[in-house]
């Protein structure tokens, strides 16, 4: 067999299998995603806010629960994924679970070692997912998505990681988070 007809056929063979692993992780993907959306949310349903756009610092209507799980948001900016070390605007996050974002929210007070025990979960779990302080919480941690909460007085790291898990991308918008 001549070089180049060795080479068609490595290209020809190499496709071939692409072809076939990317159709097999895609409905791998699929069923995993099927399963997920079939559970029921996790967390104390909080009845839906009207979710007006705002600007950064216009007044708006208290948030009905603590932390927010809807209601008014900047309309032009989210808060962004990811482990957040300082406080952030509940408008900000408020758009952000508005996009699919589960939030883990910790009081701000919490001690180091608490902070990495919670990093560790959430670092572990998949998933749109923002973890930030919060200020004046009356709970040591709070879980929230579009419409639902959990609070939490100690660290339960399946319950974390199953609320992170099941709830994210469940909202009224599939955008960035």
């Known amino acids: 067999m001549k070089t180049e007809h060795k080479i068609i056929a490595g290209v020809v063979l190499a496709t071939i ?7 097999w992780l895609g409905e791998k993907e699929e069923v995993e995603n099927k399963d997920r959306l079939s559970k029921l949310l996790v967390g104390e349903k ?11 610092g216009q007044s708006h209507e208290p948030y009905n629960s603590n932390p927010p799980t809807s209601g008014a948001h900047i309309g032009d900016d989210v808060a962004g994924g990811g482990i957040k070390n300082k406080l952030v ?27 990495n025990r919670l990093k560790k979960v959430f670092n ?54």
């Not at 996009?99 to 701000?108: D, E, F, I, K």
Request: charged residues 30%; aromatic residues 6%.
């Open 17 to 23: 299998l692409i072809v076939i692993g990317s159709a």
């Open 46 to 56: 909080i009845v839906e806010m009207k979710s007006p756009h705002i600007k950064k």
């Open 89 to 115: 605007l509940d408008e900000l996050v408020v758009h952000s679970m508005e996009h699919g974002a589960a939030v883990l929210w910790y009081r701000s007070d919490s001690n180091q070692d608490d902070i």
């Open 124 to 177: 572990e779990s998949s998933g749109k997912k923002i973890m930030l302080p919060r200020e004046n919480m009356d709970t040591m941690i709070a879980l929230t998505s579009w419409n639902y909460l959990l609070k939490l007085e100690a660290i339960d790291e399946e319950k974390i990681k199953e609320f992170i898990e099941t709830n994210n991308d469940r909202a009224p918008e599939k955008a960035p988070i």
